[in-house]
């Protein structure tokens, strides 16, 4: 092994290089070839790419950043009657998650909400872990809210399962494959509404919007506004890392790869390691983690592992897999009960 240059004075960061050039998968497009090949270079090259014509219209995506805006615009107090569950659902508020503990003084610099698929308390369903009721703040305070965000994870879920066709086609699979109940017949898709404040991230001393990580499911559609601050670390075993920030494109969701589409493909796609740095502006963005049910067995597809190349993890529950990076990245709700008593 090359012996690393030392007296750089660059530490597990550095440099950030120009914004990187993305590839377009183009969902109106007819030629699936076309779309198959680039997605498939994207994500053998970083694990992320652009998606455009996607079919959301542009009104349902401007409605949603506005009642994003308007949700966290409200007092602390209000929020707070809200505050995310054990199930996961609700409001995040500032330092609750912590992605990079390693190498972050406190929590991210963020305000979040999630919004998980509505499963009533009295269905069976809700007695696993990450399956319940959503928490909505009251109809007479966001008038609208909740039918909304409704809409919008109803039609996220459908660009997901189009994109996903896409991602089977590229890992030699029927173009089907993701569709099965287990992964996204039934999928735990979560919504998640993001709030960065005005504040400036300042790495070298452990302060980031969001610590680096990479996401846990099969994608993430990343919808953001024309803010700067997103990065990806596209060799996430180099030292130093190299970070790239992704540029806002209007109109287009940023997909990004999530471990289990790692885990699945043998490691030929690559979960993409990233951050959220913040510039001094107010940033929003909205996430979805598409993400398989709790029952799903992720084990190396048939079309990645060969005697060359046998599976290098064993299958794994997502469900299980899921519990633990969460409780390893939130703060205990009973700190917030401490607090409130
Ligand atoms: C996330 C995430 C990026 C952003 O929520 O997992 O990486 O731009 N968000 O908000
Ligand atoms: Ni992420």
């Known amino acids: ?51 455009i014509n996607h079919g959301i219209s542009e009104e349902l995506m401007e409605e949603v950043f506005e009642q994003n805006k308007n949700f966290f615009g409200l007092p602390l107090s209000e929020k707070m009657k809200v505050l995310r569950n054990e199930k996961h659902r609700g409001y995040t508020p500032l330092f609750d998650e912590i992605l990079d503990p390693d190498n972050q003084v406190h929590g991210d610099l963020k305000e979040g909400y ?32 909740r039918h909304t965000m409704e809409k919008y994870h109803l039609e996220a879920l459908e660009v997901a399962r189009a994109i996903a066709r896409i991602i089977a086609l590229a890992l030699d699979l029927e173009a089907d494959f993701f569709d099965k109940p287990e992964i996204l017949g039934q999928p735990l898709a979560l919504l998640r509404l993001l709030k960065y404040p005005g504040q400036i991230s300042d790495p070298s001393n452990g302060l980031y919007g969001a610590g680096a990580h990479t996401d846990y499911g099969l994608i993430t559609l990343l919808a953001t506004d024309d803010v700067y601050g997103l990065q990806i670390c596209k060799d996430k075993y180099a030292q130093p890392q190299v970070w790239e920030f992704i540029a806002p494109l209007k109109g287009a969701f940023i997909v990004n790869l999530g471990d289990m589409l790692e885990r699945w493909s043998n490691c030929l796609f690559k979960s993409t390691l990233h951050r959220v740095l913040g ?9 979805y983690f598409v993400e398989p049910s709790y029952d799903c067995l992720v084990e190396c597809l048939p079309t990645c592992k060969s005697a060359k190349n046998p599976p290098k993890f064993p ?16 703060i205990d709700l009973n700190v917030y009960n401490k607090l409130q008593s």
């Open 1 to 51: 092994m090359e012996k690393k240059q030392s007296g750089t004075g660059t530490d597990t960061d550095s440099v950030t290089k120009k914004v990187p050039f993305l590839n377009r998968i183009d969902l109106s497009s007819p030629d699936i070839h076309q779309s198959v090949s680039l997605l498939k270079q994207a994500c053998l090259d970083s694990g992320i790419f652009y998606v």
């Open 114 to 145: 999630y919004i998980g698929v509505e499963v009533p308390e009295d269905d069976p369903k809700a007695e696993k872990p990450f399956y319940g009721p959503n928490v909505w703040p009251s109809d007479d305070i966001l008038p609208g809210w």
């Open 279 to 287: 510039n001094g502006q107010e940033r929003y963005s909205i996430a």
């Open 315 to 330: 299958p794994v529950m997502y469900g299980d897999y899921l519990g633990q990076r969460y409780k390893d990245t939130h």
